[in-house]
Antibody
Framework: QVQLVQSGAEVKKPGASVKVSCKASGYTFTSYDINWVRQATGQGLEWMGWMNPNSGNTGYAQKFQGRVTMTRNTSISTAYMELSSLRSEDTAVYYC????????????WGQGTLVTVSS | DIQMTQSPSSLSASVGDRVTITCRASQSISSYLNWYQQKPGKAPKLLIYAASSLQSGVPSRFSGSGSGTDFTLTISSLQPEDFATYYCQQSYSTPPNFGQGTKLEIK
């Protein structure tokens, strides 16, 4: 069965960086895009960007351009999202989600990783 | 960017009720519209994709309709496990924005 398992919760100071991992299993990792979506407490879903695990191509939301980097290690079927220059407003749960064929939505999600930014 | 607006933002209903949630796109997105359900502390779950296609394993009481700019999610007979927050998302263009969510509460 398809699973996306994310790394554990992180606590970071303002200005620091965080790197969240998303390990895929149950399918061919390079066949589907990985998207990253975040959710601040009590707030809605915010799309951050996508990565094609086969090519490594990425696309980022304008809001995060210059601060976010999405990478992968195909040998271990793992995607990564690194966010730098953290501020308190980045405190949120970060999800990875697998895309499907174009326009088919995100059928599989990781369990989420809470990132807390606090001095 | 395409903006997605859901209505209502919150809704109270009873078990057995028929419920409709609306999502409007700021420009035409054809049928590239997805619906998700999210329960507290859990990841979102895909219910409907391509406006009206039911995701595998999702109960048939959920249905979606619409095209262009106006879309609806209908739950034909609310069950206790359906009380959650629902989000629409357009997948027509990047960024694939979400609506602000509709919280469905027990009356």
């Amino acid at each position: 069965q398809v699973q996306l398992v994310q790394s554990g919760a992180e606590v970071k100071k303002p200005g620091a960086s965080v790197k969240v991992s998303c390990k895929a299993s149950g399918y061919t990792f390079t066949s589907y895009d990985i998207n990253w979506v975040r959710q601040a407490t009590g707030q809605g879903l915010e799309w951050m960007g996508w990565m094609n695990p086969n090519s490594g191509n990425t696309g980022y939301a304008q809001k995060f351009q210059g601060r976010v980097t999405m990478t992968r290690n195909t040998s271990i079927s793992t995607a990564y999202m690194e966010l730098s220059s953290l501020r308190s407003e980045d405190t949120a749960v970060y999800y990875c989600a697998r895309g499907g064929i174009y326009g088919s939505g995100y059928g599989y999600w990781g369990q989420g990783t809470l990132v807390t930014v606090s001095s | 960017d395409i903006q997605m607006t859901q209505s209502p933002s919150s809704l109270s209903a009873s078990v057995g009720d028929r419920v409709t949630i609306t999502c409007r796109a700021s420009q035409s997105i054809s049928s590239y519209l997805n619906w998700y359900q999210q329960k507290p502390g859990k990841a979102p779950k895909l219910l409907i994709y391509a406006a009206s296609s039911l995701q595998s394993g999702v109960p048939s009481r959920f249905s979606g309709s619409g095209s262009g700019t106006d879309f609806t999610l209908t739950i034909s007979s609310l069950q206790p496990e359906d009380f959650a927050t629902y989000y629409c998302q357009q997948s027509y263009s990047t960024p694939p924005n979400f609506g602000q969510g509709t919280k469905l509460e027990i009356k």
